[in-house]
Structures are given as C-alpha cells and as structure tokens.
C-alpha cells in the first residue's frame, strides 16, 4: 500500500512538472544569454508554480535539506569548499520532491532534466566526475544515492572556484558567484563578477540563497 502511495505521489508530481515544463529553463545555464564554460549544473527555476487546475503534491518533513547535514560537512570538506554554500545551494533545489521514482518517471518525459537532491544535470556530472573518487559512479545513481549527489555538487563547486577572478567589483560575495555559477554556468558566473546584471532566473536563484543561507546555517549547527 505505502509503494503504490508513493508511485501516486511520484506520478501527480510529474504531472506539476509537466504543466510547467513550458517556462522551465532547459539544462545549459538559465535566461543571461551567455556563452558557459562550464556546464551549468541545475539551471532551472527555483520555484515551478503549479497550473491552476493542477496542485502540488504535499511535501512531507523528510525533504528537508538538514537531514543531510552530515554528509554536507563530510563531503564540503573534501572538496575544500563552504559547507554553509553546500547545504544553502541544497534549499534552493528542495523546489522539488526528491523522490527516487519521480525523478526518473520525469526523467523519461524530459530526458535533460536534473537528478538528485543537488538537481544536477548530466552534462554537469559527467565534466565534475572526471579524475574524482566518483568517477566510476553513473549520473543515473543521483536519485538514489543523495551522499552522491552532495559529492557531485561539492565538487562542481570547487571546479566552479577555480574559475572564479582574483578580484571583481560587484558586491557579490564568492559564494553566492558560485551558486550562480551552479545554476547559469562558469560563463555566466564570470560575466557577472565582471558586473552583468543576472537576468530573472539567476535573480531569483540568488535572492532564493540569500534567503536560504541563515536556513543553511542553522542545519548544520543543529547537526552537531
């Protein structure tokens, strides 16, 4: 009974998505025009909205992001960057309900959509992974393995660093040119250190972190 409640609430979510599919930004780095250099990793809005004849399904508590604050320290510390980023970056991808068998029922209707809890895109894995303890493992094991996906995201974002400026004039903090840099790609990042205006998409993924960020904090100090 609990697996056919489950496959139900798998296939109303994807049918939300369906709906919204339309105004979703395919896998390639969001609405800035850009050229990339580095494959944007998640690259979709960060709230979809139902249609209005279509409601989402209830999200229960063990979505919540801050169960994985483990494996966020564990895995943020290997590659050298920001926990606080990590798990921020991880809020702003709970837009979804990160169901093993939604995500692939929704994968088989739009085969460039994300998997995992960090909303990776295939193109984006398959560059992070190379020469990386991972490097065996397969994008297709995201959405049932989040330690993966944490991994994969942890890494992107130390690629992501390395392409960062020495310096920059905008009022941006590193971090939150990273989280951009997730969302629109490498190209996109570094036009906006440089002092292009994000457009909506990336607008919204950055006001989302900011707002995310205390959240991100507090997941990990609840931790332990």
Not at 21 to 40: E, I, L, N, S, V
Not at 72 to 91: C, D, F, H, N, T
Not at 115 to 140: L, Q
């Amino acid at each position: 009974m609990r697996k056919h409640r489950r496959l139900r609430s798998s296939l109303a979510a994807v049918a939300v998505l369906a709906a919204v599919a339309g105004g979703a930004t395919a896998c390639g780095g969001g609405d800035d025009g850009k050229a990339r250099d580095r494959t944007a990793a998640s690259g979709r809005p960060s709230s979809p909205a139902a249609g209005p004849d279509i409601k989402s399904p209830e999200r229960s508590d063990d979505q919540d992001p801050a169960r994985f604050a483990p494996q966020v320290k564990r895995y943020a510390k290997e590659a050298g960057v920001s926990p606080q980023l990590v798990m921020a970056i991880l809020y702003n991808e709970a837009y979804k309900p990160h169901d093993p068998e939604f995500e692939k029922s929704w994968q088989k209707m739009k085969p460039d959509s994300a998997f995992g809890v960090a909303n990776m895109h295939r193109a984006a894995y398959d560059e992070t992974k190379r020469g990386r303890p991972f490097e065996s493992r397969s994008w297709f094991d995201l959405p049932d393995d989040p330690a993966l996906a944490i991994r994969a995201e942890s890494w992107h974002l130390r690629d992501l660093a390395a392409e960062l400026p020495g310096s920059w004039p905008g009022s941006y903090t590193k971090e939150e040119l990273m989280a951009l840099g997730y969302n629109a790609g490498a190209g996109n990042m570094a036009a906006f250190a440089r002092g292009v205006k994000p457009g909506p998409q990336a607008g919204s993924y950055l006001a989302n972190l900011r707002g995310n960020w205390p959240k991100a904090a507090a997941a990990l100090r609840g931790s332990g």
